[in-house]
């Protein structure tokens, strides 16, 4: 990990010490007209490797065709490397494309935990994949410090994901001249996609005092920056602390800093196209209000984050939670950011099918409660 301004013109030098020499590119259109792009590659050719092509076909939520594609492409073009140029979509498609340029395959044939092959006939650590760096273009998802990507199986409208300790990037470059273009809402989605992962985190059955200190200090970090980030497009300084916040919120739990809002939102987003960021905007604060009501215990985690965060948080768990999640939706108001599930083109009559895909989504593991059935549908009915 490297943080600070001008980094993106070392990204050759930084990814020959990873053992790079032609490099794939992994971006979107978007992207690529703002300039970005150009840059990344002057940067690549400084460093004394080539830029083996460059991929842009990469939309705003990624799927297992644009996956295979891309792999294609980095075989096309001779690649031995990726550099991912963009926001999760982008960065979790040049992970799984990754796998596929190494392992063969689909998407599916390696979705799951743990499950690509391994050193000494499937034990020990998982084969290296080619040397993978990330430029992450929003503050939210971390995906270029974790070992997950998510991508989406249009046929079947859901989320898919491939998780093993190979999928870590080698690299990852955090300058917040890559932020420069960021349109303020999509600042603000992002942004809360990192503040709902230190949350998750910092509440996660997995919880430990160690990771303890990144999920708290990611929430400051979201505290003093995101509002600004948003508000003034050209506050380099809140934009950086931003990529730092969004690295390190995904670190509080070896599954990646989840829980059943992660959950709720995979299928908002598999079935109605719905933002991630903004899935988790609208989810979070009822699951806080669902979650400090699992008693005490979990209520004091959730106290904990409500004083970093600024919250007045007094009485009983329930008190607790409902004051937690009332200071989130004002953040979230002040930022602009929708509400309520309807507003993003959610409706009633698709609560089944969310609380199916819910209800089989990995991160629901790591939740403080395990929720039933109908305990998922009553959280959907409530943020319609």
Known sequence: MIAGNGLIDSAGFELTKEGAARVLVVTDEVIRQTGLVDRVEAGISDGGLEVAGVFDEVPQDSDTEVVAGCSRAARDAGADSFLAVGGGSVMDTAKAANVLFTHGGTVR?????????????????????????????????????????????????????????????????LDPAATETLPAPIAAATGMDALTHAIEGYVSSEWNQHTDAFALHAIRLIRDNLPRAV??????????????????????????AIGITHSMSHPCGGHYEVAHGVANTINLPWVIEYNANGGEDIADRYRSI??????????????????LADHVRELTARLGLPQRLPEVGVPEAGIPALVEGAMGDGCTLVNPREPSEEDFAELYRRAL
Not at 111 to 127: A, H, K, Q, S, T
Not at 137 to 149: D, H, I, M, P
Not at 158 to 170: R, Y
């Open 231 to 256: 508000e003034d497009p050209s506050d380099a300084e809140a934009r950086g602390n931003m990529l730092i916040a969004a690295n390190i919120a995904i670190a509080p739990t070896g599954s990646g």
């Open 109 to 173: 044939e390696w979705e799951g935990f743990l499950g690509l092959p391994r050193e000494n006939e499937g034990m020990g650590r998982p084969l290296p994949l080619a040397p993978l760096g990330a430029i992450p273009t929003t503050a939210g998802t971390g995906s270029e410090a974790s070992f997950a990507a998510v991508v989406k199986d249009r046929a079947e409208s859901i989320k898919v994901e491939v998780a093993d300790l190979s999928l870590f990037p080698a690299l990852a470059i």
């Open 306 to 323: 409500a004083e970093v965060m600024g919250a007045e948080v007094r009485g009983d768990a329930a008190q607790t939670g409902m004051a």
